[in-house]
């Protein structure tokens, strides 16, 4: 990403095709494209730890705050990924790339109604002639395990590829504790995405570093 800028172009139309007379003009078309820009946003932390608990402690503390800091970071790039909405210095999340008309909204928690919305997740998609090449679900373990133990009039499991294969409706399930558990009116509902992620393009400059002073000093403000 030279510069903390980088340009690409997604497709926004297709070029046409027509039958004819043999001998007929063919008309020209093209696909239509337009840019989407890529600038830097900055993931950091930063953890201080007394020189004393490092002192007396074995390497393995080290080990372990330096392991939790990149477990932590790596929820937030998650949540940035998936629900970011581009403000400031957060990129755009997968949520907010959805287009209105493709959000389903609330979804009351009945077996019919929700297979009824999972089925529109997947239309939604399909009928865009999205390629699907990698599609896939994301949503948290509770709303696997929700639906997992979903069950027809009969008494059989809905969707058994949930516990067998880590799939539904034929697609891989991707669980991540980053969405949201809060939300509708009781404060109980999360959400369902599904997509295909070949469609999807995360930017990353440069790798991970952490490193290590013992000499810093922690700035604090009193109120």
């Not at 239309?123 to 373990?141: C, H, I, N, Q």
């Not at 709303?143 to 009969?154: H, P, Q, S, V």
């Not at 599904?194 to 990353?204: C, H, K, P, S």
Request: one cysteine or more.
């Amino acid at each position: 990403m030279p510069a903390g800028q980088l340009r690409k172009a997604r497709q926004t139309g297709s070029a046409t095709a027509s039958y004819g007379a043999e001998v007929a003009p063919v008309r020209a078309s093209a696909p239509s494209f337009e840019p989407v820009d890529q600038s830097f946003k900055k993931l950091r932390a930063l953890v201080p730890i007394s020189n004393t608990l490092l002192a007396q402690s074995s390497i393995a503390m080290g080990l372990f705050v330096r392991d939790d800091l990149v477990k932590s970071m790596a929820r937030r790039e998650d949540l940035a990924f998936l629900r970011g909405a581009g403000a400031a210095e957060d990129p755009i999340g997968m949520r907010n790339w959805i287009p209105a008309g493709n959000w389903l909204g609330s979804v009351p928690d009945t077996v019919a109604d929700a297979d009824l919305a999972l089925r529109r997740c997947l239309s939604r998609v399909e009928d865009a002639d999205v390629a699907m090449t990698a599609p896939g679900w994301v949503m948290r373990a509770s709303a696997k395990n929700w639906l997992g133990a979903l069950k027809d009039a009969n008494g059989n499991v809905l969707y058994p590829s949930i516990d067998s294969k880590g799939e539904l409706k034929g697609f891989p399930i991707h669980v991540t504790s980053q969405l949201p558990n809060n939300l509708g009116d009781g404060s109980n509902e999360t959400e369902i995405m599904f997509a295909d992620f070949a469609e999807l393009m995360i930017g990353e400059s440069g790798v991970l570093r952490i490193a290590q002073s013992t000499e810093a000093e922690i700035g604090r403000a009193q109120v």
